[in-house]
């Protein structure tokens, strides 16, 4: 169960339930995501084109999912008019959510290579780090939301390290499948699919340490003391 975010309670509880919604909806978003991309992978490393087709289909769910959360946040500024933390949160929300839906589409796109190249000889030595690199990718992601909803700042604050890992594994993959390509004309065409599916891990894990510092911003901003919160003068919805 995600964490309750509101410390301090509003005179409207209305709102406070409208701000937490709007919170455990977007970490709801970003655990689905999560899933499409780790089955995303699966699909190109067993590959198993069903999952694949699975992964391709559900991304109209990412999108809807990110459809409804920018208009709920919409909704939320236009009515409650939020100052100061609360606005900040949910701006940093709509700035997630457009993260979240980048990864639903780099997954899609991994799904897509995984069909094409399923009947392909793939070099076990690159699957592998594949496998490693996309393991820490999602282990990345889980670590942003999570460092999000919790305001999590160590959490947070650790994240750009780890990039640094994630990018230097992408860089020895890259090295990797070059060298086979020059070495193998038979293999071209699952390799440069290969080569692109890594890119596209590599990005997801750039959107996950965005999402890491968006987190971090919002826990650096808030006030050590209680928050003044804004009422609407007592109405109750």
């Known amino acids: 169960m995600r964490e309750n975010r509101m410390s301090t309670p509003h005179i409207v509880k209305s709102y406070d339930q409208e701000l937490q919604t709007l919170a ?6 970003g655990d689905f995501t999560g899933v499409q991309f780790a089955d995303a992978v699966q699909s190109l490393l067993a590959r198993d084109t069903v ?63 995984a069909i094409t190249i399923a009947a392909e000889p793939l070099p076990v030595e690159v699957t592998d780090k594949i496998r490693r690199l996309a393991a820490l990718t999602s282990e990345q992601l889980r670590n942003a939301i999570d460092a999000y909803i919790a305001h999590d700042a160590e ?41 692109f599916c890594a890119k596209n891990i590599e990005r997801i894990a750039d959107h996950a340490t965005h999402i890491g510092e ?24």
């Open 24 to 29: 455990s909806s977007v970490g709801a978003m």
């Open 51 to 113: 999952m694949a087709q699975r992964v391709i289909d559900q991304d109209r769910m990412v999108d809807a999912l990110r459809r409804d959360l920018s208009a709920a946040a919409a909704n939320v500024i236009a009515r409650r008019q939020p100052v100061a933390n609360d606005l900040d949160e949910v701006l940093a929300e709509l700035r997630i959510v457009e993260d979240l839906e980048r990864i639903g589409d780099l997954a899609k796109n991994i799904a897509r290579r």
């Open 155 to 195: 959490k947070a604050q650790a994240m750009p390290a780890d990039d640094d890992e994630i990018d230097a594994l992408h860089a020895d993959i890259f090295a990797d499948i070059i060298a086979m390509m020059n070495a193998s004309q038979q293999q071209v065409i699952g390799l440069v699919h290969l080569l």
């Open 214 to 237: 968006v987190a971090f911003q919002s826990v650096s901003s808030r006030p050590s003391r209680p928050r003044q919160f804004q009422t609407d003068g007592g109405v109750g919805n």
